[in-house]
């Protein structure tokens, strides 16, 4: 296990000591990455036991990153938050921006303790702290190794996204938070991949070797099916079903469950206000592979296109990377996406992805929704 105390002072028994200047070395293997914008504060002249000391001194990371180095594998955080005489509201992510909780808020004198998995990879657990009002009290980590995890396979409306490209993120990145500490949502999804590239870069074998009985798999691929290019492109009815087969077999073989996913619809609209279909076969072909295989489907291609046209060539820009100049940072000229999500956009998505669950009653993933 590893403890840590946030704010000024000496440290809770048994807690390592974080203060807002405590920057990480790899010779002390945590702390923040920069403390420019790190702040402590300490309510009162804490008694010693541990309970009053956390709640009485903290950090207040304003868009901060804090690292501790961890073995690979599943780990269970526990943070606590909230300050003795203000209201606060934090957002924590980890990695390169997964999102791991609801905004937490708290109200003067109140205390959240607050839980969730995450896998470790390169030895390090980065967790990123942002919010109006942020709070970081202490910190827990445990190996979780038993947790049922949910693997996610896809292309770039998936996958993690760094905070370099903010806004842009995969539905798979806002995923994490809609569920318990019970599940882990282990993203393996990569832009540009296609269901036959994903395959032949080896990352399927690395979910299978991963994979124990009762974990599942999500499965998203046909925007980059449709490329032309020999490394990515596979045929709707044949190579395409085929491919996707492949991670089918694979699950069932690890005694976990497949859900298969249609491809969530790009951003193009017809004249008379009607999406406009650019997957055409590939959505029939993974619809046609759930009946024949037995698999759970989960159709966001017909929810996606029910949501784009609810809300309208204009509306729906707000879903997508359609940024004017100037408007992001990360994208001072400005931007017209039609296929990748604005973080609105993703948590839309995930929000549907999660409905679809528990109409499908995908037990014990139902089970464990936030």
């Known amino acids: 296990m590893w403890k840590f105390d946030f704010g000024p002072g000496e440290p809770a028994e048994g807690y390592k000591a974080v203060s807002p200047d405590c920057i990480y070395t790899a010779e002390q293997g945590y702390g923040f990455e920069t403390t420019e914008h790190v702040y402590g504060r300490q309510r009162q002249n804490p008694a010693k036991d541990a309970h009053t000391r956390l709640r009485s001194s903290f950090c207040i990371p304003l868009n901060a990153s804090f690292v501790a180095d961890v073995p690979d594998g599943i780990v269970l955080v526990t943070v606590l938050l909230g300050d003795p005489l203000a209201e606060t509201l934090t957002r924590l992510r980890a990695g390169e921006g997964k999102h791991m909780l609801p905004p937490v808020h708290t109200l003067p004198g109140q205390f959240t303790e607050a839980m969730f998995t995450v896998p470790i990879r390169d030895g390090k657990l980065r967790l990123i702290v942002s919010g109006t009002a942020p709070r970081l009290n202490a910190l827990e980590i445990v190996p979780a190794p038993q947790n049922l995890r949910l693997f996610l396979a896809g292309d770039s409306t998936v996958t993690d996204q760094g905070m370099s490209g903010y806004p842009y993120t995969g539905w798979g990145q806002a995923l994490p938070a809609l569920f318990k500490h019970d599940v882990c949502v282990d993203n393996h ?20 070797e991963e994979m124990k009985t009762g974990d599942f798999l999500f499965i998203q691929f046909g925007h980059n099916d449709q490329k032309p290019d020999l490394e ?25 469950t497949p859900v298969l996913i249609t491809p969530v619809h790009r951003r193009y609209f017809n004249v008379d206000g009607t999406l406009s279909d650019t ?16 698999v759970p489907l989960i159709d966001l291609s017909a929810r996606t296109q029910e949501l784009y046209e609810e809300l309208g060539p204009e509306e729906s820009k707000e879903l997508f990377m359609w940024l004017l100049p100037g408007e992001y940072m990360n994208f001072s000229g400005g931007l017209e996406d039609n296929t990748h999500f604005h973080e609105n956009g993703a948590v839309r998505i995930a929000n549907m992805v999660t409905a679809a669950v528990k109409e499908l009653d995908l037990q014990p993933l139902r089970m464990y929704l936030r």
């Open 279 to 294: 997957h055409g076969d590939y959505i029939t072909a993974v619809r046609e592979l759930a009946e024949e295989a037995n």
């Open 189 to 208: 999804a990569v832009s540009g991949r296609s269901s036959k590239s994903f395959v032949d870069e080896g990352r399927l074998n690395v979910i299978l």
């Open 232 to 256: 990515r492109a596979t045929e709707p009815f044949t190579t395409y079903k085929e491919h996707l087969r492949l991670y089918v077999d694979g699950a069932r073989s690890k005694g976990g």
